[in-house]
């Protein structure tokens, strides 16, 4: 009975100190190099998820796009038929452009993720990782600047005119660009949804071995 305990007590804490390596990894996984040797693994659960998750983001760009071409129709209308000063038109303009550049570059990150965690090709993400996090910010500030832009632009005007209408949709479009894609920052664990289980397991560019991360 002794020598049954014992080995149950070592094998608990060598599944514990696997445990423990294991989730030092999934750390430094976002900070992996481009020539790190580990092997590429597919992840289906996680790629399934992320699959339509990188649909919902591709929707976002869209509605990002309209709402910064509305934008910019808008703030062209008006100043054609006004003198109004253009630093308001010109900062919701370069506001709506900017929620779509962010909500285009949360897309292709996510692509390439979907990439790696499909068994394609690795996806590097670890260089990018900290411009999705900073971009999401950078979107809400977006889209804050051009709903209030917008705001303006439907006081000043009546609905008969098309600046009215156009910073109207081009307001809406671009809140619903951030909202679906411009705040989706790439996460090395998945998209949300995935099992914890998986997550804690799995990570963009996992390491075959601990030893090569020190």
Same mark, same amino acid.
Do not use: C
């Given at each position: 009975?002794?020598?049954?305990?014992?080995?149950?007590?070592?094998?608990?804490?060598?599944?514990?100190?696997?445990?423990?390596?294991?989730?030092?990894?999934?750390?430094?996984?976002?900070?992996?190099?481009?020539?790190?040797?580990?092997?590429?693994?597919?992840?289906?659960?996680?790629?399934? /998820?992320? &699959?339509?998750?990188?649909?919902?983001?591709?929707?976002?760009?869209?509605?990002?796009?309209?709402?910064?071409?509305?934008?910019?129709?808008?703030?062209?209308? /008006?100043?054609?038929?006004?003198?109004?000063?253009?630093?308001?038109?010109?900062?919701?303009?370069?506001?709506?452009?900017?929620?779509?550049?962010?909500?285009?570059?949360?897309?292709?990150?996510?692509?390439?993720?979907?990439?790696?965690?499909?068994?394609?090709?690795?996806?590097?993400?670890?260089?990018?990782?900290?411009?999705?996090?900073?971009?999401?910010?950078?979107?809400?500030?977006?889209?804050?600047?051009?709903?209030?832009?917008?705001?303006?632009?439907?006081?000043?005007?009546?609905?008969?005119?098309?600046?009215?209408?156009?910073?109207?949709?081009?307001?809406?479009?671009?809140?619903?660009?951030?909202?679906?894609?411009?705040?989706?920052?790439?996460?090395?664990?998945?998209?949300?949804?995935?099992?914890?289980?998986?997550?804690?397991?799995?990570?963009? /560019?996992?390491?075959? /071995?601990?030893?090569?991360? &020190?």
């Amino acid at each position: 009975m002794g020598e049954d305990g014992g080995g149950r007590v070592v094998r608990v804490r060598a599944a514990a100190g696997q445990h423990q390596h294991s989730l030092l990894d999934v750390r430094r996984i976002w900070r992996r190099r481009r020539n790190d040797p580990g092997p590429l693994v597919a992840q289906p659960a996680i790629a399934a /998820r992320a &699959r339509r998750h990188a649909q919902m983001i591709k929707v976002g760009v869209v509605f990002a796009l309209v709402g910064a071409a509305a934008m910019v129709g808008s703030s062209v209308t /008006r100043l054609r038929l006004t003198d109004v000063a253009p630093v308001l038109p010109a900062a919701g303009n370069a506001a709506a452009v900017v929620a779509a550049l962010v909500a285009l570059l949360q897309n292709m990150l996510w692509r390439r993720a979907v990439r790696e965690w499909e068994g394609i090709e690795p996806a590097h993400a670890h260089a990018w990782y900290s411009l999705s996090a900073n971009g999401r910010w950078l979107a809400i500030i977006a889209a804050g600047i051009t709903a209030w832009s917008a705001q303006q632009t439907m006081i000043e005007t009546t609905r008969a005119e098309a600046a009215w209408w156009l910073a109207f949709v081009g307001a809406l479009a671009a809140l619903a660009g951030v909202a679906l894609a411009g705040v989706q920052r790439l996460r090395p664990d998945g998209p949300p949804g995935v099992p914890a289980h998986i997550r804690r397991n799995h990570r963009l /560019r996992q390491p075959s /071995r601990t030893g090569e991360n &020190r």
